[in-house]
């Protein structure tokens, strides 16, 4: 199936340190959204992205929704070690009472104290 | 915790046995979607149901089916099953099926054929 393209794969950060993460589409999307998956756990979502050029910021989170709707990334400042887990980009197209999520692979993040 | 319940969290059969796994939405959301989360391809949409009916497919294999119920639960069949169908299978849910309602997502049921 259409998957997005998500990158870093993964990440090795000491704490304190900012990270940025993207994602990029062949298509547009209504929608971009950030996930955080913790072990053991369904995604939890951490920022939704509405607007082309939307610019949202969620505490140390900051997502911006890229203008030709193809794209989007996540910056994380002052990391902490509770950020540690995969965090998974999708875009969201919605159609007549439909919705459906592409998810891109997801970024590993580490960060070491 | 997001609300939505998933049971079983692990599930341990054969090749070719069927399963059955559970999906209750939170309280209020019409909108169910299971998805299927395996190390190869990610997290794949499969499909996703509104008030009892089908609204979306995705990647959704002939073998597998749902259904949503009057009380708005959902269950996903998975039948014929083989060795790759190990995976995690998680529902979400949400208010509506478009406009800028969010899907929550269960803990998963983890399942393993062996």
């Known amino acids: 199936g259409q998957q997005l393209n998500q990158s870093p794969q993964s990440m090795f950060i000491q704490e304190g340190e900012d990270v940025s993460m993207n994602c990029t589409s062949s298509?547009?999307?209504?929608?971009w959204l950030w996930y955080k998956q913790d072990p053991g756990e369904g995604p939890v979502l951490l920022i939704a992205l509405y607007k082309a050029g939307e610019l949202t910021s969620n505490g140390r989170l900051t997502a911006q929704f890229g203008i030709t709707r193809k794209d989007s990334f996540l910056n994380i400042s002052a990391s902490i070690p509770s950020d540690v887990g995969i965090y998974f980009c999708a875009g969201r197209r919605t159609q007549g009472g439909s919705e459906k999520l592409v998810f891109g692979k997801g970024t590993k993040l580490t960060v070491n104290p | 915790d997001s609300g939505v319940t998933q049971t079983p969290k692990h599930l341990i059969t054969a090749t070719g046995q069927r399963v059955t796994l559970r999906c209750s939405p939170r309280?209020?959301?019409?909108?169910v979607y299971w998805y299927q989360q395996s190390l190869d391809q990610g997290l794949q949409f499969l499909i996703q149901?509104?008030?009892?009916?089908?609204?979306a497919k995705g990647n959704i294999l002939e073998r597998f089916s749902a259904q949503q119920f009057p009380d708005l639960h959902s269950e996903l069949n998975l039948s014929s099953l083989e060795l790759g169908d190990s995976a995690l299978y998680f529902c979400?849910?949400?208010?509506?099926?478009?406009?800028?309602?969010?899907?929550?997502f269960g803990a998963g049921t983890r399942l393993s054929v062996l």
């Open positions: 309280s209020g959301d019409l909108s």
């Open positions: 149901y509104y008030n009892g009916e089908e609204r």
């Open positions: 298509s547009i999307f209504n929608t």
């Open positions: 979400a849910s949400s208010v509506a099926g478009q406009g800028t309602n969010i899907q929550y």
